[in-house]
């Protein structure tokens, strides 16, 4: 039985603790409880002789041996930051991954979502499924994801209980439909609001909807509003309010979709209305897209603090639009990344990251050619880690807790190893800037470069070990 009390990383910090900072902590040391699974303190420039347990004294008072303390010394070509946080994605959709991208998201929807979520109503088909589906996505890095589910209840407690096993944090969603569904994957409003809550009773137990320690919690998840009618909508809304409870949904993802909502619910003044009428609009809310955004949209997400999940390969792959992110930004609306699976067509968080900085520099493009002068500079790569990281903490309501590297918060972070064998990311023998600031014993610089260097490059082959709440729970 292990007797180890407390992890000491010691090596290169990288996090992004808010918009624009890049913070660099190159000779560091970082502690954590493996009790509590928490940051227990950071030393930014610890004397390299101070034994790991005497750092331990220090931050907890906690007076330790060196049998209590495991040291992890970080090589030169690997840093700590903070896990990757998916804050959209469909685990079902995981079983026709690349599968339609010459269709718009309607026809899409119809000719391969509905029928292969459908297929889930078998338990055997979701016990093999999402085995497959969590270890894919936490082998990319990602530490906590937002994941809608199907209709079908068991299938749902079999998804939490996956990422449970696996020791993943997470949102799950039963998927609510009750209108404008194909008849084969379609509920009552009674079935849709009645199978939510036995879901919620299901997944949080004696646990409290609000308790950040528990890894896995429920989410409500009306589709969108097209297959949603107004008794489920505001019935979903009663449910997230008595319970506490986070939501998900769509909005304004494509032109059609957002014509048809407003079909659906004529009075409405917006799409954001139809769920901010329903109870569903507030500082947990979590909406997907946001591409084609009316002015009283933006108004309606800030204020009421709901936040944005910037899916740009999915946007791209069915040609939905280009979301503008540094627009919600300004307007101090929360914005994350996700990888929307199967729209999207990897589960990575390191391809969002580089999708959004190709759509925003498209949308900067649109309007030089357009003759119209754009009022945004391009997305950086310390911005695009922080959408990745704080922002996606952010909108998962968890800003508190996740997203950096400070004393406090829990530690879900990954250990990323640049120099790991067939790394796509260059060595610094052949990168002349990053070579030139290490000769000359500036390794805050040399750091800055190799950031830029993973934002763009690296895939899963750089994810040498994730942790969650301090148990690691992927190696390479």
């Known amino acids: 039985m ?19 900072t890049l913070r660099i902590r190159h000779s560091a040391a970082l502690g954590v409880s493996c009790h509590s699974g928490r940051i227990i303190g950071v030393s930014a420039q610890p004397d390299s002789s101070t034994p790991s347990e005497d750092l331990v004294r220090e931050w907890t008072g906690d007076k330790v041996d060196d049998s209590a303390v495991e040291t992890i010394s970080l090589g030169p070509g690997q840093f700590l930051m903070p896990g990757l946080i998916d804050t959209h994605t469909h685990a079902p959709q995981f079983t026709f991954l690349g599968l339609g991208h010459d269709l718009p998201l309607m026809e899409w929807l119809e000719k391969y979502t509905f029928k292969h979520e459908s297929e889930f109503q078998d338990p055997s088909v979701a016990r093999t499924a999402y085995k497959d589906v969590v270890q894919r996505v936490i082998r990319s890095g990602c530490t906590m994801a937002a994941y809608f589910g199907t209709i079908h209840l068991e299938a749902n407690c079999i998804l939490a209980e996956t990422i449970r096993e696996a020791g993943q944090r997470a949102y799950v969603g039963k998927v609510c439909m009750d209108v404008n569904s194909p008849a084969y994957y379609s509920e009552t409003t009674e079935e849709s609001l009645q199978s939510s809550e036995a879901f919620v009773r299901a997944v949080l137990g004696e646990n409290n909807a609000d308790d950040d320690s528990v890894l896995v919690r429920p989410i409500v998840t009306p589709r969108f509003v097209p297959t949603c009618s107004d008794s489920c909508l505001r019935g979903l809304g009663d449910l997230a309010r ?16 957002t014509a048809f909502a407003k079909e659906c619910f004529p009075e409405a003044t917006s799409y954001a209305a139809i769920y901010d ?12 897209h946001c591409v084609h955004m009316s002015d009283d949209d933006m108004r309606l997400m800030r204020e009421s603090g709901a936040g944005v999940s910037h899916c740009p390969n999915s946007n791209f792959a069915l040609g939905s639009g280009i979301a503008d992110v540094r627009r919600f930004l300004d307007q101090g609306i929360p914005v994350g990344l996700g990888t929307d699976v199967g729209a999207g067509y990897t589960p990575s968080i390191l391809d969002a990251m580089r999708m959004a900085a190709a759509a925003n520099r498209a949308l900067i493009a649109a309007s030089r050619d357009a003759g119209a002068e754009s009022k945004h500079a391009p997305l950086n790569a310390s911005e695009l880690l922080f959408l990745a990281t704080q922002g996606g903490a952010r909108v998962m309501g968890m800003q508190s807790q996740l997203g950096s590297l400070d004393p406090g918060k829990l530690f879900d972070a990954l250990v990323i190893d640049l120099d790991v064998l067939n790394s796509p990311v260059p060595p610094v023998h052949s990168t002349g800037a990053v070579l030139r600031h290490q000769q000359n014993d500036r390794p805050e610089l040399a750091w800055n470069l190799r950031a830029e260097q993973f934002v763009f490059l690296a895939d899963d082959r ?9 148990k690691l729970i992927h190696s390479l």
């Open 242 to 257: 008595k319970r506490g409870l986070a939501v998900q949904s769509h909005l304004c993802e494509n032109p059609s979709e």
């Open 462 to 470: 750089n994810i040498a070990r994730v942790y969650v709440a301090g």
């Open 277 to 288: 009428n329903a109870g569903l609009l507030g500082p947990r809310t979590i909406m997907a």
């Open 2 to 20: 292990s007797t180890t009390k407390y992890y000491v990383f010691r090596g290169c910090l990288i996090d992004t603790p808010k918009l624009g």
